[in-house]
């Protein structure tokens, strides 16, 4: 057979596999889709190294970047099955089972897995073979048959759309933006207005309270779940005397309460950019964990999102008073993104996103610390992780050329739930002066600050420090974020420029 037509049946083959296996997950658990599945194995096998690099490389799109990575491995597989059957259609249909069983595999080690997700790989699986080997039989050895070829084969790929928009069209049709506008938040207790003199924006440091759409996102999920607030449900368990299920509506008929809070990622490296300010409206977690009874020896609160990740907080974190720790289902004022974990996500003010941040959140158990290592644990991170003291410069840009003389050099520091006592500028390595601290909001949000130098035409690096209420002064020994988050200080190079 002309190597053309053996790669177009591979082409078509693997594309008709998977999308009947996405229509078919879009019937039964969206989460089945071998091809979602293939996705987001591959993230959880990915070295943290790679992921960040990922991350850093292409911002929020890495996700798309994975998706569009695998189709053209995918793709190339489709040729190389055709182009290995141009005597035979075994070998190719060898491929195209083998794939199908590798899809399967993904599947049912997923921890989203439910009897029926196997459903989903088999019909890929399936349909992989079968189409392969009946275009095999359709290809012409003469020229009269070509016709019909390829109307087999544009009939096969045209199917293969219908089915994948279908799958992707049924996935969708828990109409979860229905619900989340159905929810209107009132909050018994709202947050303080936030002063004028503790946002330094007109200094070039981020706004005070980061917009819902530009909040950093950081998470595994390669398909935002898709829970409706009516059909959640949170099951606190493990060590307690009352196990306790509870729904959407019990929530909201606790007390809710909006507070300011900073979250910030383990992953961010010195200066990075993961770190955002929100109002959270939420419910006391200490509260429903005391309702919930914790027994003796319970040091871990292991939560469980809705698409299997885990997190585990430590419970004296959680119960310390003022912890301020809640289940948010609110964001400035609005029910949660999406994204962000509607319907609930957890927040625990003082702590890294990866051990108290849980979205789609559906399961907490009250557990040890020996007894469960939850998702990051498991990959080498550490188990707690304290937010670290921190400061980050951001003005002037890196490289910026500015006017000599009088100049601000603005910026952020956090010390979550500590709270920020100083930070300390210097300039070309000579002797550190005070900056000017932003209002304290409350001592779990960031703090802005700011310095005016008189500086010299000429390059200049500029180095900050924070120091936190305990007395704790950030470290200049380098450390990468992992195991449990970056340490340095943040440095700035830029030229003053004759004005
Ligand atoms: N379900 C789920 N929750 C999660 C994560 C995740 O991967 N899955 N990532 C955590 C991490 S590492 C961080 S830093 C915060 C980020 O929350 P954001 O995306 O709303 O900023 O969510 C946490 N909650
Ligand atoms: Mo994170």
Known sequence: MKAT?????????VAAALAAGHLVAGLVSPLASPFLAVGNTAIDLTPHQLKDFAVRTFGENDKLVLLGGMAVVLAALGVVAGLVSRRSPWPGMALAGALGLLGAA?????????????????????????????????????????????????????????????????????????????????PRVKAPEIPFSADFSR?????FLTPNDKFYRVDTALSVPRLRAEDWRLRVHGMVDNEMVLTYDDL?????????????????????????????????????????????????????????????????????PGSNAMLAIGMNGEPLPLERGFPVRMVVPGLYGYVSATKWLVDAELTTFDAFDPYWAQRGWGKKAPVKVMSRIDRPKSFERVPAGKFVVAGIAWAQHVGIDRVEVRVDGGPWQEATLATEVNIDTWRMWRIELDLKEGNHTVECRATNRKGDTQTNERAAPVPDGATGWHSMVFTSVAG
Do not use: H
């Not at 200094?203 to 706004?207: L, S, Y």
């Not at 585990?312 to 959680?318: L, Y």
């Open 106 to 186: 993904a599947v049912l080690t997923r921890p989203t897995t439910t009897a029926w997700s196997v459903v989903a790989p088999l019909a890929s699986l399936v349909v992989g073979v079968l189409v392969f080997r009946w275009l095999w039989s359709q290809a012409p050895a003469e020229v009269p048959g070509r016709r019909r070829f390829l109307l087999s084969t544009a009939a096969i790929a045209a199917g293969a759309g219908v089915a994948a928009v279908g799958g992707q069209l049924l996935a969708g049709r828990v109409d979860v933006e229905a619900s989340r506008r159905g929810i209107t938040l009132r």
């Open 252 to 320: 909201l008929r606790r007390p809710l309460e909006e507070k300011t809070i900073t979250l910030v990622c383990v992953s961010n490296e010195v200066g990075g950019p993961y770190i955002s300010t929100s109002n959270f409206i939420g419910v006391s977690l200490p509260d429903l964990l005391r309702d919930a009874g914790i027994r003796p020896g319970a040091d871990q609160l292991a939560t469980r999102s809705v698409d299997g990740w885990t997190c585990g907080t430590p419970v004296e974190s959680i119960m310390a």
């Open 203 to 207: 200094e070039g440091t981020p706004p």
């Open 5 to 13: 037509r053996s790669i177009l049946i591979g082409l078509v083959s």
